[in-house]
């Protein structure tokens, strides 16, 4: 093997503005509505829950936003993350394709989330906050946002949903380490907690109720308090943009000229920060360039499956309406392992590429996502998240691909997180005990009758 596994970068190769695809794309976003008045939002409405700089960063057509230097001086801590050359999986696969893929696990977290996490809380301290809520799934959010507060000053107060919070400790020893305070959701400490307890004491929680809880917390604290969200918003996606700044950079090192581009979509941002910037150079020399590939679970598969329609951001319908390809504010998908991709809708931007043809979207099966992630530990080392799995077995199919038709592609993908706090996700598939589920039409036909009405 003559070329490089590892490409990095020096420190001051950080990018020092993050790339806003808005710029450059060739139509508008659907506008974000009003719950009640079914009107677009304005600052105003926002202004409650986050501060305007990222309310600012929400709408921006600037082509590049700078970097602040306070969120660079953290940032460095993990940054640039490597680039690799998957010799030893293209090995065990016997692929003629050449395969790289960015590595977002080392981040203190394990996963791309602190690349928002950090400005975040920054942009929060700048505008006088001293408190930040905010809900966590299985933790990756949580967690983030714990570190990246405690380097502001910030406090942090996270509703996990409860069947996590009992299940998943560990995520909450490393919350509790940074400083965040943690309490199972639904919690006593809010007022749209105690209803739902008052009618079911023993709710074991959902998403939805956390975020209820989070928002009912931010705006009725007594001190400055702020909401965050580590996903689906197009600030979040901003922010995630140093992923994909990068790798265009390390792709150049290694003189690699991506064919396919592939990420993992949840609600969209370590995705669209990976492939946003190919997205650019594409955009900009006509539809010259990489194919574009999102790879979803089979169990939430809202690009390929879902209605595009407004609807909630979430179960409780608290959130503002957005126009996306959704399963319905209320779908409740199987329980799969890749806690992060369980998402009911997508960010706006990546649903208007998708509808627009700039990017291609597929889904996957549990099975077969556990068999790449297990493939890809054996050959190049690192656990996959299970999140992360996704966007290797969507490499894999490529590059399998490349084997049959007998033509070597270069295809690079994001790892966007390890699996280390998800082994008994592992354990699970190792001992046979998981499944694959049909997700019948007639469930998601019904997600239809849930949207909310527009004029
Ligand atoms: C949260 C998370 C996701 C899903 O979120 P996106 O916004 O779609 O990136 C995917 N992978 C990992 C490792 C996560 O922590």
Same mark, same amino acid.
Request: with cysteine; net charge negative; hydrophobic share 40%.
């Given at each position: 093997?003559?070329?490089?596994?590892?490409?990095?970068?020096?420190?001051?190769? *950080?990018?020092?503005a993050w790339y806003n695809l808005r710029a450059d794309l060739p139509f508008d976003l659907p506008p974000v509505l009003h719950p009640g008045t079914k009107q677009p939002v304005g600052p105003d409405d926002l202004a409650p829950l986050f501060p305007m700089a990222l309310i600012e960063q929400e709408v921006s057509k600037e082509q590049y936003i700078e970097i602040p230097?306070?969120v660079?001086?953290?940032?460095?801590?993990?940054?640039?993350?490597?680039?690799?050359?998957?010799?030893?999986?293209?090995?065990?696969?016997?692929?003629?394709?050449? *395969?790289?893929?960015?590595?977002?696990?080392?981040?203190?977290? @394990?996963?791309?989330?602190?690349?928002t996490?950090?400005p975040q809380?920054y942009y929060n301290?700048l505008a006088?906050?001293?408190? %930040?809520?905010?809900?966590?799934?299985?933790? #990756?959010?949580?967690?983030?946002?714990?570190?990246? !507060? @405690?380097?502001?000053?910030?406090?942090?107060? $996270?509703?996990?949903?409860?069947?996590?919070?009992?299940?998943?400790?560990?995520?909450?020893?490393?919350?509790?380490?940074?400083?965040?305070?943690?309490?199972?959701?639904?919690?006593?400490?809010?007022?749209?907690?105690?209803?739902?307890?008052?009618?079911?004491?023993?709710?074991?929680?959902?998403?939805?109720?956390? *975020?209820?809880?989070?928002v009912?917390?931010?705006?009725?604290?007594?001190?400055?308090?702020k909401y965050a969200l580590g996903s689906v918003l197009e600030h979040v996606l901003l922010h995630q943009s140093? %992923?994909?700044?990068?790798?265009? +950079?390390?792709?150049?090192?290694?003189?690699?000229?991506?064919?396919?581009?592939?990420? !993992?979509?949840?609600g969209g941002s370590?995705?669209a920060g990976?492939?946003y910037?190919?997205l650019r150079?594409?955009l900009?020399?006509?539809? #010259?360039?990489?194919?574009?590939?999102?790879?979803?679970?089979?169990?939430?598969?809202? /690009?390929?499956?879902?209605?595009?329609?407004y609807d909630f951001g979430?179960?409780?319908?608290?959130t503002p309406l957005m126009k996306m390809?959704?399963?319905?504010?209320?779908?409740?998908?199987?329980?799969?392992?890749?806690?992060?991709?369980?998402?009911?809708g997508m960010a706006s931007s990546i649903c208007e590429l998708?509808r627009n043809?700039?990017?291609?979207?597929?889904?996957?099966?549990?099975?077969?996502?556990?068999?790449?992630?297990?493939?890809?530990?054996?050959?190049?080392?690192?656990?996959?998240?299970?999140?992360?799995?996704?966007?290797?077995?969507?490499?894999?199919?490529?590059? /399998?691909?490349?084997?049959?038709?007998? $033509?070597?592609?270069?295809?690079?993908?994001?790892?966007?997180?390890?699996?280390?706090?998800?082994?008994?996700?592992? +354990?699970?598939?190792?001992?046979?005990?998981?499944?694959?589920?049909?997700?019948?039409?007639?469930?998601?036909?019904?997600?239809?009758?849930?949207?909310?009405?527009?004029?």
């Amino acid at each position: 093997m003559s070329s490089p596994t590892k490409y990095l970068l020096s420190e001051d190769r *950080i990018p020092k503005a993050w790339y806003n695809l808005r710029a450059d794309l060739p139509f508008d976003l659907p506008p974000v509505l009003h719950p009640g008045t079914k009107q677009p939002v304005g600052p105003d409405d926002l202004a409650p829950l986050f501060p305007m700089a990222l309310i600012e960063q929400e709408v921006s057509k600037e082509q590049y936003i700078e970097i602040p230097e306070p969120v660079l001086e953290v940032l460095k801590l993990w940054r640039p993350t490597p680039m690799f050359r998957a010799h030893q999986l293209e090995n065990a696969l016997d692929t003629p394709a050449k *395969i790289y893929y960015k590595y977002e696990g080392v981040s203190p977290s @394990g996963s791309h989330k602190p690349n928002t996490a950090v400005p975040q809380a920054y942009y929060n301290q700048l505008a006088g906050t001293k408190r %930040i809520a905010t809900e966590t799934g299985a933790g #990756q959010w949580g967690s983030s946002l714990a570190f990246a !507060c @405690g380097k502001f000053g910030i406090e942090l107060k $996270v509703y996990m949903v409860k069947v996590s919070y009992q299940q998943k400790p560990y995520r909450r020893n490393l919350m509790e380490t940074w400083g965040a305070t943690v309490v199972p959701s639904p919690s006593p400490d809010t007022e749209a907690g105690r209803n739902i307890l008052a009618k079911d004491p023993d709710c074991t929680g959902s998403l939805g109720i956390a *975020i209820s809880e989070a928002v009912n917390d931010a705006v009725t604290a007594k001190v400055p308090t702020k909401y965050a969200l580590g996903s689906v918003l197009e600030h979040v996606l901003l922010h995630q943009s140093v %992923i994909g700044l990068e790798t265009v +950079e390390q792709l150049a090192l290694a003189n690699a000229q991506p064919d396919v581009v592939v990420g !993992c979509i949840g609600g969209g941002s370590n995705f669209a920060g990976f492939a946003y910037p190919f997205l650019r150079d594409k955009l900009k020399s006509g539809g #010259q360039g990489p194919r574009v590939v999102a790879i979803e679970p089979a169990a939430a598969p809202s /690009l390929t499956r879902g209605v595009y329609a407004y609807d909630f951001g979430d179960t409780a319908q608290l959130t503002p309406l957005m126009k996306m390809y959704t399963l319905g504010h209320d779908f409740v998908p199987e329980p799969i392992h890749a806690g992060g991709l369980r998402y009911h809708g997508m960010a706006s931007s990546i649903c208007e590429l998708y509808r627009n043809k700039l990017i291609e979207a597929r889904a996957v099966p549990q099975l077969a996502t556990f068999e790449a992630g297990v493939l890809f530990a054996r050959s190049e080392g690192i656990l996959p998240a299970p999140e992360a799995a996704h966007a290797v077995r969507g490499a894999i199919d490529e590059a /399998l691909k490349c084997k049959a038709e007998g $033509v070597s592609r270069t295809i690079v993908f994001n790892l966007c997180g390890h699996g280390h706090f998800d082994l008994s996700a592992y +354990e699970r598939y190792l001992s046979g005990s998981i499944a694959d589920h049909d997700l019948p039409q007639a469930v998601l036909d019904r997600a239809k009758t849930t949207l909310p009405a527009m004029a």
